[in-house]
């Protein structure tokens, strides 16, 4: 299911006197949030005026959050990103939940779970039986959003009732 918000991180903490705030970034690498030029936190539109990535995380700087005091009474909330900023070829491990998963035109479940992993991402599908679908262009074959269909090949041992 295509989301209207992405949600791209938590704001931690300050940084500095002029509104700047901390985000533990929970996309794909920190970088990726300093191409946007608008977000969401708590309901509202802000304009980013900076962005950088720091360690693991990103110093955050929007519009109307001048001092140290506003960026302070926005820690803990979410940042989202608006998902018509974002190229419908990314898909967000949020938006797979609920993703009716067929092999060969046989529903095998939905997707309840996206488990991430070193070498790839894991889909939890759960239907008459749970699989595990590791994320790789070998079992996944396509991926529709508008349909809410997912394409895949099931092998031996991905069952995991299976003995």
């Avoid at 990726?32 to 802000?46: A, Q, S, V």
């Avoid at 979410?78 to 898909?91: H, P």
């Avoid at 060969?104 to 008459?128: F, S």
Wanted: proline share 2%; net charge negative.
């Amino acid at each position: 299911m295509k989301l209207q918000f992405i949600d791209a991180g938590e704001i931690v903490t300050t940084h500095g006197v002029r509104g700047e705030m901390k985000v533990l970034c929970w996309l794909d690498s920190p970088e990726d949030l300093c191409e946007f030029k608008r977000c969401r936190i708590d309901g509202r539109e802000y304009k980013i005026q900076s962005c950088r990535v720091q360690k693991t995380c990103n110093l955050l700087k929007v519009d109307s959050i001048d001092t140290m005091e506003a960026a302070q009474s926005m820690r803990g909330k979410i940042v989202q990103l608006y998902r018509e900023d974002v190229s419908d070829d990314v898909i967000f491990a949020a938006e797979l939940i609920g993703m009716e998963v067929f092999c060969t035109d046989r529903l095998l479940g939905t997707i309840e779970d996206v488990l991430d992993y070193p070498g790839n991402q894991v889909y939890v599908v759960r239907g008459e039986h749970e699989y595990l679908i590791p994320a790789v262009k070998a079992f996944v074959h396509s991926t529709s959003l508008a349909d809410n269909r997912m394409e895949v090949t099931v092998i031996e041992g991905m069952r995991s009732d299976e003995d």
